[in-house]
């Protein structure tokens, strides 16, 4: 969510400050603003809804300056009308931010007192008015700036334009990801990587509590003790060519389809199929005092969370719980000496899981993470991290990161099975043949588009969709709603089969579809014995199973859909496809905004 670009340029910046905007569309927002700085004069143009609304406001009237800010919001406090878009401008300053100023009623309380007025209802506009508070009493930028960091309690990223020093950005994070950027007589900052792509691929990632002075010729980074630090610069290897769809209609479809290449580049970090062996990245690490695993993380990298912990109970014989990152810390776990706290996190820098790390770590416990940005808070602060190679998700509903993590989860899964001395050799080459097989089995999956593309009319003009499935198919069901939920704006909800007739069964008639995941396999019959059930109550059931499934099971459903016959273990990595593609044809018949839904953000930096 909320995006920052800024560029100390030497020509005009507002195109570039406008493409890095729209490298970071991805993030989710509901408006966007540029401000550069000329002669001692702020130049600003903010526009409501989408890029395309600031495009055309800057063609009516272009801004001038080779020294400028940028950002894209999503909105919290405040509606997100033009007043409240960003940049901020307060006397010689303007300013951007991503995160919540947690204590910013007080700080305005404060400033109002003094007779300070407020333009906008956001949280941003207060770090405007301290810091030109700060410079109206006479102190200079760096100055001002150092007072006032320490005042702002919660979560940012903040980057501050000054009116009489065109030569001059500061950036400052905490607990928000920020980048600086290096160029030839150009310097830049950025939210991330991508946000840079099309300006340099030499970056440094800020840490926790850095704020940093860039200038043109030099940048100077410091501490939260304000004292002067090196980070290193590292090759970003980000293109800005992953913003572009390709041949496909939306972001989410190409990433649909990437997943078994994707899938395959992150098994190869994790297999060693000749050997039969499973190996993580730091194959010394000590899991032999690992007595139970806590799994934390939000929204679609829950659900992987959840087949994860079918998993590591049936191979590696460990207690496992599982909690919402929003949930965690405030139920106050009782987190155990031997404890292993698995976070999972697409960006590594979602705010309510990076907490929660914190807050694990605090306790005692051993941290795991499994990211797909290994420059990410989380992946610094873990003890043993698990990447994934999903590469750039630029669809804000989660697809080729969701699989990719599965993958990653299973090769956990094993390595801890037989750390515990729970998986023979023959069971591990077995698991590894399997995952092995999974690339393969997915791109079969993918081979039924055009059937899934038939089917969903079926569930197009559905008010409400229901999904059922047993074990990890239950995690699955909960995955598939969500799909649904999240951009076609349809109701749906997951259950687990056998709890249909505790409660939801009095959902279901004629005109709700019931989308049963039902692969043969240990958990076929009971699952099918709870759809008959829907089925003998007028229930339009759409079966989703292989080919023996659909042949003991498919009389009577409103569509079948028929995948490969694939082993328990991967088989929701493969069933993944079906459900994101539904998803998918389902938003394209209503016409909703596939690949930025209304109200999501892609990485969500606030609690």
Same mark, same amino acid.
């Given at each position: 969510?909320?995006?920052?670009?800024?560029?100390?340029?030497?020509?005009?910046?507002?195109?570039?400050?406008?493409?890095?905007?729209?490298?970071?569309?991805?993030?989710?927002?509901?408006?966007?603003?540029?401000?550069?700085?000329?002669?001692?004069?702020?130049?600003?143009?903010?526009?409501?809804?989408?890029?395309?609304?600031?495009?055309?406001?800057?063609?009516?009237?272009?801004?001038?300056?080779?020294?400028?800010?940028?950002?894209?919001?999503?909105?919290?406090?405040?509606?997100?009308?033009?007043?409240?878009?960003?940049?901020?401008?307060?006397?010689?300053?303007?300013?951007?931010?991503?995160?919540?100023?947690?204590?910013?009623?007080?700080?305005?309380?404060?400033?109002?007192?003094?007779?300070?007025?407020?333009?906008?209802?956001?949280?941003?506009?207060?770090?405007?008015?301290?810091?030109?508070?700060?410079?109206?009493?006479?102190?200079?930028?760096?100055?001002?700036?150092?007072?006032?960091?320490?005042?702002?309690?919660?979560?940012?990223?903040?980057?501050?334009?000054?009116?009489?020093?065109?030569?001059?950005?500061?950036?400052?994070?905490?607990?928000?990801?920020?980048?600086?950027?290096?160029?030839?007589?150009?310097?830049?900052?950025?939210?991330?990587?991508?946000?840079?792509?099309?300006?340099?691929? =030499?970056?440094?990632? *800020? %840490?926790? @509590?850095?704020?940093?002075?860039?200038?043109?010729? $030099?940048?100077?980074?410091? &501490?939260? /003790?304000?004292?002067?630090?090196?980070?290193?610069?590292?090759?970003?290897?980000?293109?800005?060519?992953?913003?572009?769809?390709?041949?496909?209609?939306?972001?989410?479809?190409?990433?649909?389809?990437?997943?078994?290449?994707?899938?395959?580049?992150?098994?190869?970090?994790?297999?060693?199929?000749?050997?039969?062996?499973?190996?993580?990245?730091?194959?010394?690490?000590?899991?032999?005092?690992?007595?139970?695993?806590?799994?934390?993380?939000?929204?679609?990298?829950?659900?992987?969370?959840?087949?994860?912990?079918?998993?590591?109970?049936?191979?590696?014989?460990?207690?496992?719980?599982?909690?919402?990152?929003?949930?965690?810390?405030? =139920?106050?776990?009782? *987190? %155990?000496? @031997?404890?292993?706290?698995?976070?999972?996190?697409? $960006?590594?820098?979602?705010? &309510?899981? /990076?907490?929660?790390?914190?807050?694990?770590?605090?306790?005692?416990?051993?941290?795991?993470?499994?990211?797909?940005?290994?420059?990410?808070?989380?992946?610094?602060?873990?003890?043993?991290?698990?990447?994934?190679?999903?590469?750039?998700?630029?669809?804000?509903?989660?697809?080729?990161?969701?699989?990719?993590?599965?993958?990653?989860?299973?090769?956990?899964?094993?390595?801890?099975?037989?750390?515990?001395?729970?998986?023979?050799?023959?069971?591990?080459?077995?698991?590894?043949?399997?995952?092995?097989?999974?690339?393969?089995?997915?791109?079969?999956?993918?081979?039924?588009?055009?059937?899934?593309?038939?089917?969903?009319?079926?569930?197009?003009?559905?008010?409400?969709?229901?999904?059922?499935?047993?074990?990890?198919?239950?995690?699955?069901?909960?995955?598939?709603?969500?799909?649904?939920?999240?951009?076609?704006?349809?109701?749906?909800?997951?259950?687990?089969?056998?709890?249909?007739?505790?409660?939801?069964?009095?959902?279901?008639?004629?005109?709700?579809?019931?989308?049963?995941?039902?692969?043969?396999?240990?958990?076929?019959?009971?699952?099918?014995?709870?759809?008959?059930?829907?089925?003998?109550?007028?229930?339009?059931?759409?079966?989703?199973?292989?080919?023996?499934?659909?042949?003991?099971?498919?009389?009577?459903?409103?569509?079948?859909?028929?995948?490969?016959?694939?082993?328990?273990?991967?088989?929701?990595?493969?069933?993944?496809?079906?459900?994101?593609?539904?998803?998918?044809?389902?938003?394209?018949?209503?016409?909703?905004?596939?690949?930025?839904?209304?109200?999501?953000?892609?990485?969500?930096?606030?609690?």
């Amino acid at each position: 969510m909320c995006g920052i670009v800024g560029i100390l340029g030497a020509a005009p910046v507002a195109g570039e400050l406008l493409d890095g905007l729209k490298r970071l569309e991805y993030r989710g927002y509901d408006s966007a603003g540029i401000c550069t700085v000329v002669d001692g004069q702020f130049h600003r143009r903010r526009a409501e809804g989408k890029l395309k609304n600031l495009a055309a406001r800057l063609a009516e009237d272009p801004l001038p300056g080779t020294s400028g800010i940028a950002h894209t919001r999503w909105a919290t406090h405040g509606a997100p009308t033009e007043d409240n878009a960003h940049p901020h401008i307060v006397g010689d300053v303007a300013v951007v931010h991503n995160g919540i100023i947690e204590n910013f009623k007080p700080l305005r309380d404060e400033l109002q007192a003094e007779g300070r007025k407020f333009l906008s209802q956001t949280d941003t506009e207060v770090v405007g008015h301290l810091v030109a508070r700060e410079l109206e009493s006479g102190k200079s930028p760096q100055e001002a700036v150092a007072a006032v960091l320490p005042r702002l309690h919660g979560a940012f990223a903040l980057a501050l334009l000054f009116r009489h020093d065109p030569d001059l950005l500061i950036g400052a994070r905490l607990g928000a990801p920020l980048t600086v950027g290096y160029g030839e007589g150009e310097n830049y900052l950025g939210s991330d990587a991508l946000a840079l792509a099309g300006l340099t691929q =030499r970056i440094a990632y *800020l %840490e926790e @509590g850095d704020w940093v002075m860039v200038r043109r010729a $030099s940048v100077d980074i410091f &501490d939260r /003790l304000n004292r002067p630090v090196t980070r290193p610069v590292v090759q970003s290897g980000v293109s800005a060519t992953i913003t572009e769809r390709g041949n496909y209609r939306h972001f989410m479809q190409k990433e649909i389809h990437e997943q078994p290449l994707v899938v395959a580049q992150t098994l190869q970090s994790y297999l060693k199929p000749l050997a039969g062996e499973v190996a993580l990245p730091i194959p010394d690490f000590d899991f032999s005092g690992v007595k139970r695993v806590q799994i934390v993380a939000c929204g679609t990298s829950y659900y992987a969370g959840m087949v994860a912990s079918y998993w590591l109970e049936q191979f590696a014989r460990i207690p496992v719980e599982i909690d919402f990152a929003s949930e965690f810390r405030y =139920r106050e776990p009782v *987190l %155990e000496d @031997g404890g292993l706290a698995l976070f999972i996190s697409q $960006s590594g820098e979602t705010a &309510d899981t /990076l907490a929660a790390l914190r807050h694990a770590r605090a306790e005692g416990q051993k941290i795991a993470a499994v990211v797909n940005v290994p420059t990410s808070s989380m992946a610094r602060e873990a003890d043993l991290l698990l990447p994934t190679h999903a590469g750039t998700e630029i669809g804000v509903a989660s697809t080729k990161a969701f699989t990719c993590q599965l993958a990653v989860l299973a090769a956990l899964a094993a390595n801890l099975a037989r750390v515990r001395g729970k998986l023979s050799a023959e069971a591990e080459r077995e698991i590894v043949s399997h995952l092995a097989e999974a690339p393969a089995a997915m791109n079969a999956a993918l081979n039924h588009d055009e059937a899934v593309q038939a089917i969903a009319p079926l569930v197009a003009k559905a008010r409400d969709v229901l999904y059922l499935g047993r074990g990890p198919d239950f995690a699955m069901a909960l995955e598939g709603a969500l799909k649904l939920k999240e951009i076609s704006y349809i109701h749906a909800e997951g259950y687990a089969a056998g709890e249909m007739k505790h409660g939801p069964i009095a959902l279901i008639d004629e005109h709700v579809p019931v989308i049963v995941l039902a692969p043969s396999g240990p958990y076929f019959e009971k699952t099918v014995s709870n759809m008959q059930e829907v089925m003998a109550r007028g229930g339009k059931v759409i079966l989703i199973s292989d080919a023996a499934g659909v042949a003991a099971a498919g009389d009577g459903c409103l569509a079948t859909l028929e995948l490969p016959v694939v082993h328990p273990l991967i088989a929701p990595l493969v069933y993944a496809i079906p459900i994101q593609l539904l998803a998918y044809h389902v938003a394209v018949l209503k016409g909703t905004d596939v690949d930025q839904p209304r109200n999501l953000a892609k990485s969500v930096t606030v609690e």
